[in-house]
T-cell receptor, first 113, second 111 residues
Framework: NAGVTQTPKFQVLKTGQSMTLQCAQD?????MYWYRQDPGMGLRLIYY???????DKGEVPNGYNVSRLNKREFSLRLESAAPSQTSVYFC????????????FGSGTRLTVV | QKEVEQNSGPLSVPEGAIASLNCTYS??????FFWYRQYSGKSPELIMFIYSNGDKEDGRFTAQLNKASQYVSLLIRDSQPSDSATYLCAAPTRSASKIIFGSGTRLSIRP
C-alpha cells in the first residue's frame, strides 16, 4: 500500500546510545517531516525537508540530526540518547509545504532508560 | 499566545448528537486549515481541509472557517462511537514552510 513507512515501530535505548529512525514514502512527495508527540504537548516539529537536498530545523531540533537521503527517504538520528527523548516519533510527507495536507507514518515508540 | 489553540477536552457528546470542535489561530495571514483525527495509539489522519471562508461539507463532517474572527471549527453530525478520538487542528506558518498543530481536543461519544 502507498504511504509512509517508518522503522522500527518500537525501540528501547540506554542513555548515551545512538540510533537512526528510518522513514520512506512512495507517493512522490517533495516535503518530509519529523515530529515527536508527548502527552499534553501535541505534535512538535523536530526537522523538516522542504525538498530533496534541503533540511531545516523545527521547534525542538536539539539532540537530533537528519538526512534527506533522496526524494523518498528522510532519516532521523539520535547521537546520544537521553531520557528526555522518550517519545513517539512520527514521520510525515506532503506534496509541498504549507498548504498541503500531510500523510503520517505509523510512528516509532522510543523509550530511553 | 500559541499559534494554533484548541480546548484539550475531553468533550463528551451523546451518540447521534452533533459534536462541535473549535480552534483559534493567531496568524491572520494563514490561508488554509486542516483537521486531523488521531485514534489512541495511532498516527494522525487528515480528514478535512478548508481554504475559504464559510462551510465545507464532507459526509457527516463540516468544517467552518471565519477569517475575520480567526477561528475554524469542525462539526460532526450524527456522532458515532467510532468518532471517539483526538482531533487536531493545523495551519501553515506565515512563510508556509510548514504546518503548526494545535494540541488537540479529545472527543468521547457516549452510547
Amino acid at each position: 500500500n502507498a504511504g509512509v513507512t517508518q522503522t522500527p515501530k518500537f525501540q528501547v535505548l540506554k542513555t548515551g546510545q545512538s540510533m537512526t529512525l528510518q522513514c520512506a514514502q512512495d507517493m512522490n512527495h517533495n516535503s518530509m517531516y519529523w515530529y515527536r508527540q508527548d502527552p499534553g504537548m501535541g505534535l512538535r516539529l523536530i526537522y523538516y525537508s522542504a525538498s530533496e537536498g534541503t533540511t531545516d530545523k523545527g521547534e525542538v531540533p536539539n539532540g537530533y540530526n537528519v538526512s534527506r537521503l533522496n526524494k523518498r527517504e528522510f532519516s532521523l538520528r539520535l547521537e546520544s540518547a537521553a531520557p528526555s527523548q522518550t517519545s513517539v516519533y512520527f514521520c510525515a510527507s506532503s506534496l509541498g509545504t504549507g498548504d498541503y495536507g500531510y500523510t503520517f507514518g505509523s510512528g516509532t515508540r522510543l523509550t530511553v532508560v | 499566545q500559541k499559534e494554533v489553540e484548541q480546548n484539550s477536552g475531553p468533550l463528551s457528546v451523546p451518540e447521534g448528537a452533533i459534536a462541535s470542535l473549535n480552534c483559534t489561530y493567531s496568524d491572520r495571514g494563514s490561508q488554509s486549515f486542516f483537521w486531523y483525527r488521531q485514534y489512541s495509539g495511532k498516527s494522525p489522519e487528515l480528514i478535512m481541509f478548508i481554504y475559504s471562508n464559510g462551510d465545507k461539507e464532507d459526509g457527516r463532517f463540516t468544517a467552518q472557517l471565519n477569517k475575520a474572527s480567526q477561528y475554524v471549527s469542525l462539526l460532526i453530525r450524527d456522532s458515532q462511537p467510532s468518532d471517539s478520538a483526538t482531533y487536531l487542528c493545523a495551519a501553515p506558518t506565515r512563510s508556509a514552510s510548514k504546518i503548526i498543530f494545535g494540541s488537540g481536543t479529545r472527543l468521547s461519544i457516549r452510547p
